[in-house]
């Protein structure tokens, strides 16, 4: 399994397919959902691949300087609990550390705020809601950590 930036069209197409089989397809949510949370500012795209198939990804972008967003991270059902996830934010944070101290930032989905805090990241304020995500269950939880 290696970890490394979506350069290529074809690593871009399959890190936007594992993030839409694996975030929003199971909320029936449309195909084209994830142009309506990209931000117009720089991105970062990691993909993690095994046997030549895209397994896990991470999306980041550039809020300012000083502050990262990780927008999106996704790992496939049958490769979770094998440190990908781990493994896609410690690449994030290999690859822009010369740019610290940073915060880094991101809403968690409540079921996976216990991945985040066993990375570092510590809650702050109240859970956030999203009318998409409400009726499935699913609340957000602002984490950050800082790199120092
Ligand atoms: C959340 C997610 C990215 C975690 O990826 P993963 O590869 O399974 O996680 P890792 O194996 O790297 O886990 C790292 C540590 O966090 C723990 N962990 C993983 N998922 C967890 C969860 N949902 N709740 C609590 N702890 C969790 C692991 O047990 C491991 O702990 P350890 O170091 O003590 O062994 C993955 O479950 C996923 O894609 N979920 C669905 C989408 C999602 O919720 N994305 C993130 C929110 S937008």
Do not use: C
């Amino acid at each position: 399994m290696k970890i490394k930036s979506a350069t290529t069209q074809k690593e871009k197409e399959e890190l936007d397919r594992l993030l839409w089989d694996v975030l929003w397809k199971p909320l029936n949510l449309p195909r084209d959902i994830r142009k309506t949370f990209r931000l117009d500012s720089p991105e970062i795209e990691l993909i993690a691949i095994d046997s030549d198939a895209a397994i896990g990804a991470l999306v980041a972008n550039w809020l300012s300087e000083k502050k990262i967003e990780i927008r999106h991270l996704a790992v496939r059902q049958d490769y979770r609990k094998k440190s990908v996830g781990k493994l896609l934010i410690e690449e994030l944070f290999k690859l822009v550390r010369e740019a610290a101290p940073l915060q880094i930032q991101t809403f968690a989905r409540n079921d996976s705020v216990g991945f985040y805090a066993k990375l570092g990241f510590k809650p702050v304020g109240d859970y956030l809601e999203h009318e998409d995500f409400t009726k499935h269950g699913i609340r957000f939880q602002k984490m950050y950590t800082e790199l120092l």
